[in-house]
């Protein structure tokens, strides 16, 4: 915009001087011409006056005296050249036909301007009649009044040049002057500036305008943190490519799962991170303008890859952890199986025995022994059923956590005591209850039958003359119940699987305690309902330690 000022101001003002130059040059050369016709008619009446007073030689010692400028012709009459001082007058051609001597000879006086076939130069002629009939003709070349005019050129080109250059300078600084303003003008509060009136309208516009763009900035910076905070908080991972398959956006998710930081990716292409089979025929899929799903695994966990393109111009993927969907897929057909054929055993034997008595095969003497192994596997089946709703129940309370109570865990583990003192007796299994009062929040009916199945399985897996120790203990934050029995214990290799649904360390000696395999599991989703854990120690003829610890009211 300077330069477009300055140059516009430069040009104008340069252009100025060169125009009034050129009218300057014509108006002394029209101003040239008229005072040569001026002094051609005074000098004609001059001359006129003294060849009437002196003849012929006026002309001759007018000559001598004035030198040849003015051409200087007498002219007979009939059109031959009497006397003319440029050319001898016998050598010229008869004038008669000569525009100004016709004139002259018809009005007294006659005015002519051509090309000069004597002197070949563009002349200006003035002819006089005399009173003896004669025509006195004085001419002079125009070329001597444009040489004075080109004599001055010099001079106005000179003139030009400094007015340009003065005009150059003013336009420097007029430009500077103009635009000042402009640059002083603060755009972020564009109604505070003190500039030229005839800005007010467009600063007007730009102070609206930049209401828009920053109302229309601050809706898009919260999107952006609504959609930042959205992706950041989802425990899925989510993946925005391009139509090339670079990365635009990558949540906190997605980048833990390469091992990366979202930074570190951002722009590289998915397959520089990821090349495996899965993902590349999925990315396939999407490239066409499809969807499709992909299961992957990487460092021993599964993931479920979800992809979509985005009409063509880009694509997402989601990504889901389904490791403990597919271990609990898992577990549930395993417990499926497992509840079928636990259930399916002891009707089999109820089934059998009734058949053989129904048949009439079975000893008068024998039939109360029957009927006790049908009560026996029907009672078995009945603990198996009740187990198994407990833990239908626990799993789906597990987020639950309603109607909650302030239980006092030394109190509610005496009384489960004095609830299996009978089986204890029975075994020779020694029970005592010690430590200090310890109050946590729960549900009583829950821990109680966590409390119950540890004791049950410290008695049933006892030695003779054993012993079963439940210690109650508080440590910051916890409240820890400690289950101590001199029982066969728990080799290695069993201790991680123990506490599975239907998991028995002795199978074969389950049948003789009466066991299904599903206190210990009921132990675990009783603790974990109530946001606690479980440790164990435990080795072979040395007995067992269950620690179970509850957060505290």
């Given at each position: 915009m300077r330069n477009k000022i300055f140059s516009g101001l430069l040009f104008l003002s340069t252009a100025a001087v060169i125009i009034a130059s050129v009218l300057i040059a014509v108006i002394m050369y029209q101003g040239s011409m008229t005072t040569m016709q001026r002094d051609l008619r005074q000098e004609a009446t001059f001359i006129k006056m003294g060849l009437e007073q002196s003849g012929k030689s006026y002309l001759q010692a007018l000559t001598m005296e004035s030198g040849k400028l003015t051409r200087v012709t007498l002219i007979a009459p009939d059109g031959r050249v009497i006397y003319d001082n440029h050319v001898a007058a016998e050598k010229m051609l008869n004038h008669k036909d000569r525009e100004e001597v016709q004139e002259a000879l018809a009005s007294g006086i006659g005015l002519a301007e051509r090309m000069s076939d004597t002197l070949s130069e563009k002349t200006f002629y003035f002819a006089l009649r005399l009173d003896n009939g004669d025509i006195l003709?004085?001419?002079?070349?125009?070329?001597?009044?444009?040489?004075?005019?080109?004599?001055?050129?010099?001079?106005?080109?000179a003139v030009v040049l400094v007015v340009a250059l003065v005009a150059m300078l003013l336009a420097r600084r007029i430009t500077d002057k103009m635009v000042l303003p402009l640059d002083q003008v603060d755009l972020e509060n564009p109604l505070e500036n003190d500039t030229y009136d005839e800005l007010a309208p467009f600063l007007t516009r730009i102070a609206q305008q930049q209401r828009q763009v920053s109302e229309g900035l601050k809706?898009?910076?919260?999107?952006?943190?609504?959609?930042?905070?959205?992706?950041?908080?989802?425990?899925?991972?989510?993946?925005?490519?391009?139509?090339?398959?670079?990365?635009?956006?990558?949540?906190?998710?997605?980048?833990?799962?390469?091992?990366?930081?979202?930074?570190?990716?951002?722009?590289?292409?998915?397959?520089?991170?990821?090349?495996?089979?899965?993902?590349?025929?999925?990315?396939?899929?999407?490239?066409?303008?499809?969807?499709?799903?992909?299961?992957?695994?990487?460092?021993?966990?599964?993931?479920?890859?979800?992809?979509?393109?985005?009409?063509?111009?880009?694509?997402?993927?989601?990504?889901?952890?389904?490791?403990?969907?597919?271990?609990?897929?898992?577990?549930?057909?395993?417990?499926?199986?497992?509840?079928?054929?636990?259930?399916?055993?002891?009707?089999?034997?109820?089934?059998?025995?009734?058949?053989?008595?129904?048949?009439?095969?079975?000893?008068?003497?024998?039939?109360?022994?029957?009927?006790?192994?049908?009560?026996?596997?029907?009672?078995?089946?009945?603990?198996?059923?009740?187990?198994?709703?407990?833990?239908?129940?626990?799993?789906?309370?597990?987020?639950?956590?309603?109607?909650?109570?302030?239980?006092?865990?030394?109190?509610?583990?005496?009384?489960?005591?004095?609830?299996?003192?009978?089986?204890?007796?029975?075994?020779?299994?020694?029970?005592?209850?010690?430590?200090?009062?310890?109050?946590?929040?729960?549900?009583?009916?829950?821990?109680?039958?966590?409390?119950?199945?540890?004791?049950?399985?410290?008695?049933?897996?006892?030695?003779?003359?054993?012993?079963?120790?439940?210690?109650?203990?508080v440590i910051p934050g916890e409240a820890v119940l400690t289950f101590k029995d001199t029982g066969c214990g728990i080799g290695s290799a069993d201790k991680e699987r123990v506490f599975e649904r239907f998991y028995r360390v002795d199978k074969s000696h389950f049948k003789e305690t009466g066991g299904t395999g599903l206190g210990l599991s009921i132990v675990k989703h009783g603790v974990m309902f109530h946001k606690g854990r479980i440790e164990l120690e435990s080795e072979l003829d040395k007995g067992t330690t269950i620690k179970i610890f509850l957060p505290r009211k």
């Open positions: 003709r004085v001419a002079r070349t125009t070329d001597s009044v444009f040489a004075t005019v080109a004599g001055s050129i010099p001079y106005m080109i809706q898009l910076r919260q999107k952006q943190n609504e959609l930042a905070a959205i992706t950041q908080s989802m425990n899925e991972g989510l993946i925005l490519l391009n139509d090339r398959q670079n990365i635009l956006s990558i949540n906190d998710s997605a980048a833990k799962l390469f091992g990366l930081q979202d930074h570190e990716v951002v722009g590289k292409n998915i397959l520089t991170l990821e090349r495996g089979q899965e993902v590349q025929e999925l990315l396939q899929k999407v490239a066409v303008g499809g969807s499709g799903e992909s299961l992957y695994q990487k460092d021993g966990r599964f993931y479920q890859l979800c992809g979509s393109s985005v009409g063509g111009k880009g694509s997402v993927l989601l990504i889901f952890d389904v490791t403990e969907k597919r271990a609990a897929e898992t577990l549930r057909r395993e417990f499926s199986a497992n509840v079928s054929h636990e259930l399916k055993t002891p009707l089999q034997s109820i089934l059998g025995y009734a058949e053989i008595m129904k048949n009439g095969l079975v000893q008068e003497g024998d039939k109360q022994r029957f009927l006790e192994k049908i009560y026996s596997e029907a009672g078995h089946l009945i603990v198996l059923i009740d187990n198994i709703m407990k833990l239908s129940r626990l799993d789906e309370s597990a987020n639950n956590m309603n109607n909650l109570e302030i239980i006092e865990l030394k109190k509610l583990a005496e009384g489960t005591v004095q609830r299996l003192q009978e089986q204890a007796a029975g075994k020779n299994v020694a029970i005592s209850v010690s430590g200090c009062e310890a109050e946590v929040e729960g549900v009583p009916a829950v821990l109680s039958e966590v409390i119950y199945n540890l004791i049950d399985n410290g008695i049933k897996y006892n030695r003779e003359n054993g012993s079963v120790e439940i210690t109650v203990a």
